[in-house]
């Protein structure tokens, strides 16, 4: 926060914060643990920090400040601060900063190795940047191969109609739309109330919504409901074929259940029982289409909502093709995943190595492993 924020806050409030200087170092407090997150930082400029930062700052005849960034930032990415005192660690205290060793070089090195490293992890984010560029293309590109097929289908010469909606637009002549509740035979919810105290360490197994990702259920961290719990809750038995979706976090994620689970319970997701005529896997990519996206974040009144609920559910506007279309839609998409996720996968396993030839670098340097004194790109 700058300087300005000053204003807003009361004397209280201003006491715990603290000024730093451009150059300081900034230490995270806690969550140590998430390496998604920067845990040290360079000041660039006037400002202040809240009491969750460790402020550091470097003498200037003794300590470049950017090669202590690139130091501290070697350290944390090989954990040592999880090690402090034993045992891995949320926290990190004044105190046990001060224990660290730094390794002390003569300064014309320590410039050397930061400007080293400023320029090759410049080009190493760069290729990130290329790489994460091209995985949300991947990603709308499969978004958009979705949609078109669940909503003008796969053959582009057949006769169009005006669907009556105007967000849907125009699908083939020969689909039906309808409403969702005219489509399957039930659509419920799962075990709502106080369903911990169902818990067993084995008996049943229960969906939650972390086990539903889009078109497949993932079958790690089940939790188990007691044979009793089960009997009480019959209206949320799942059968195979059945869809489950995700009621709030990401609203309308939806996968279909498979043989083995048939007879399993769940745990406040929306149930949307097998369709009687036509093809479940088509529902289920129905329901990650832009179309049913827009249907269940907005609902019907237009305002964006953080819960998919059984009511919105129920009035969803579904384009439905005859069922063997149904069937050849849901395997043209089914082959189409394949292929856009191994695309994804494979961008994101580049990512993961340009990473880790990025924290070698910055340890390699930060160390004198390499020799970048006479390095100039």
Not at 124 to 149: F, N, P, T, Y
Not at 223 to 237: C, E, M, N, P, Y
Not at 276 to 282: A, I, K, P, T, V
Request: hydrophobic share 40%; with cysteine; proline share 5%.
């Amino acid at each position: 926060r700058s300087l300005d924020d000053l204003e807003g806050l009361q004397a209280s409030e201003f006491e715990s914060y603290q000024i730093f200087e451009p150059n300081d170092l900034a230490f995270k407090l806690i969550d140590l643990q998430n390496i998604k997150t920067s845990r040290v930082g360079l000041v660039p400029e006037l400002g202040i920090m809240s009491p969750a930062y460790i402020r550091l700052e470097p003498h200037p005849s003794v300590v470049n400040p950017k090669f202590a960034y690139w130091f501290f930032t070697d350290l944390y990415n090989r954990l040592i601060f999880n090690q402090l005192g034993g045992g891995v660690r949320q926290t990190i205290g004044h105190e046990e900063l001060l224990t660290l060793a730094f390794l002390f070089v003569p300064l014309s090195e320590q410039r050397a190795v930061a400007a080293f490293l400023d320029r090759e992890t410049a080009k190493i984010d760069a290729l990130v940047a290329e790489q994460e560029w091209l995985i949300e293309l991947l990603k709308e590109k499969r978004q958009a191969v979705i949609s078109h097929a669940v909503t003008k289908g796969l053959d582009p010469t057949v006769p169009m109609k005006d669907s009556g909606i105007e967000w849907l637009g125009e699908v083939p002549a020969h689909w039906e739309v309808r409403r969702l509740r005219h489509v399957v035979p039930e659509i419920t919810v799962g075990i709502v109330v106080e369903p911990s105290k169902y818990y067993t360490d084995e008996g049943i197994p229960a969906l939650r919504s972390l086990n539903v990702k889009p078109g497949r259920i993932i079958q790690e961290n089940l939790v188990f409901i007691s044979q009793d719990g089960h009997a009480l809750h019959t209206k949320s038995r799942l059968r195979t074929g059945d869809l489950v979706a995700v009621r709030s976090g990401q609203p309308g994620t939806t996968a279909v259940i498979p043989p083995e689970l048939h007879g399993a319970n769940c745990i406040d997701l929306i149930i949307i029982r097998k369709p009687l005529h036509g093809s479940e896997r088509y529902l289920s990519w129905y329901m990650a289409s832009d179309v049913a996206i827009r249907q269940f974040t907005e609902g019907s009144g237009g305002a964006i909502q953080q819960h998919f609920n059984v009511g919105t559910a129920t009035n969803m506007i579904v384009a439905l093709p005859p069922e063997d279309e149904q069937l050849g839609i849901a395997n043209f998409l089914d082959q189409e995943a394949l292929m856009f996720d191994a695309l994804i996968d494979e961008a994101q396993h580049a990512i993961d190595l340009l990473k880790e030839r990025r924290g070698a670098l910055i340890s390699a340097a930060v160390t004198g492993k390499i020799d970048v004194r006479d390095q100039h790109g």
